[in-house]
């Protein structure tokens, strides 16, 4: 099994940054994507962005372009988030989650269902 653990939430005011962590372990598969979701009060689970950790490629959702970042750190087995300017509708809990890249069709899609999740970390922008 894979254990995915996020750290890093918190309150910040709108136009702060903050940088979230996802340290991944019991890994067994050689190929895989990581990514961050949110789920907002009422709302659906959302993409945020994705990681394919074996060559770095990157996909975020139209709505946090130009503001995050998400990076790997491979000798830490670690994520980030790096999320700047946020604004009050980032306000959500952030889930890290893991796929294992079986084929190519898992490939084509970062937001294709995930087989790993972490706990989640309250994020809060206020205005």
């Known amino acids: 099994q894979v254990q995915l653990v996020e750290s890093g939430g918190g309150l910040v005011q709108a136009g702060d940054s903050l940088r979230l962590s996802c340290a991944a372990s019991?890994?067994?598969?050689?190929?895989?994507?990581m990514g961050w979701f949110r789920q907002a009060p009422g709302k659906e689970r959302e993409f945020v962005t994705a990681i394919t950790w074996s060559s770095g490629r990157t996909y975020y959702t139209d709505s946090v372009k130009g503001r995050f970042t998400i990076s790997r750190d491979n000798a830490k087995n670690t994520v980030y988030l790096q999320m700047n300017s946020l604004k009050p509708e980032d306000t959500a809990v952030y889930y890290c989650?893991?796929?294992?890249?079986?084929?190519?069709?898992?490939?084509?899609?970062?937001?294709?269902?995930?087989?790993?999740w972490g706990q989640g970390t309250q994020v809060t922008v206020s205005s």
């Open positions: 989650a893991a796929k294992w890249l079986r084929n190519y069709s898992d490939r084509l899609d970062p937001t294709g269902p995930y087989d790993y």
């Open positions: 019991g890994r067994t598969f050689s190929s895989y994507r």
